[in-house]
């Protein structure tokens, strides 16, 4: 077939479905085609995702590159999916054109804890704790802010913490309010970047600044900027401490987040595409980003905590993900129990 004849053939079936910037790469140059042939089908589905996403590459040979790493995840989302064997599934998102590696270069990258007992450290409060309700979501009591997206910037650290510290205030004083991300990554005493940080460094710097500014006042843009320390607190009750859960100890984990919501940090190694159900199978404990635990519960049989992640409402469960609970390994599932923080107000 000529390839005058193979161009109509293939712009007549993008046309059908209406992948028009696939038609341009066609008609372009043959050896630069992606949309044609057989694979036709998958490159108007990488159109689609750049679109839907407002993606766009440098020229041509990134573009190749990157379609060619969309097309093997969707391959490998696709199989997972397939099997029927897993209790969650997995999603396409926009992470969708970066290796893992990639992925976890820019969007796991919370320092490894390394622990120092300072004088704003309180006891683990919560181990007299007795009962606790057999399922639990602190979303239901008005104590959990919408989901934010931290983009290129790895303060996942300054997220979790800010989230910790909503929820508690909110649970103390019934009044939930945005705080600023923002302020605790231009103005922390360690000088924690976009490249990683502590979660407790954060409490620390919330604490011995007196307050924290609202999301309003102190907006967060992905970028560490000039440190504007000259906002209003927004929080209604301060700050006067943090503690860490027993570690290595799910059932002391329980207790903690059956009073608060628990800043935790995790290897979140295999969440790239996860979309939806209860996160089984093999993790490590390579711990490298920071979420928190917002409730626990059951589903299908499978116990599981309710994380509240950073990346996005298009990111698993609306932004949420749940983890297996109770595992036979002390660290937890992904090493979720290796060093749980919390704010003390």
Partial sequence: MSWSKK???AAAILFIFGCTSCYHV????SSSSLCYSEESSMCIK?????????FSYENEKVKKTRY?????????????NQEG????????NEFADLTNEEFLAKYARSSVPSFNVTSN?????YKCTKHVPHRLDWRDYNAVTPIQNQGDCGSCWAFSAVAAIESIVAIRSGKLTRLSQQHVLDCNYEHDTCEGGLIHNAFEFVIKNGGLASAIDYPYTAIQGKCSNNKPSSLSLNITGYSVVPQNNEKALLKAVANQPIAVYIDASTFQFYKS????GKCGTRLNHGVVIVGYGKEDGVKFWLLKNSWGRGWGE?????LKRKVHAKEGMCGIAMFPVYPNV
Avoid: P
């Fill in 7 to 9: 161009c109509y053939y």
């Fill in 26 to 29: 066609v008609s372009s140059s």
């Fill in 46 to 54: 990488h159109e689609k995702w750049m679109a839907e996403h407002g």
């Fill in 68 to 80: 060619q790493i969309f097309k093997d995840n969707v391959a490998h989302i696709e199989r997972h």
């Fill in 85 to 92: 064997k897993h209790t969650y599934k997995l999603g396409i």
């Fill in 121 to 125: 450290q309180s006891s683990f409060e």
């Fill in 277 to 280: 159900g209860v996160m089984t």
């Fill in 318 to 322: 609306n932004g949420y993900m749940k």
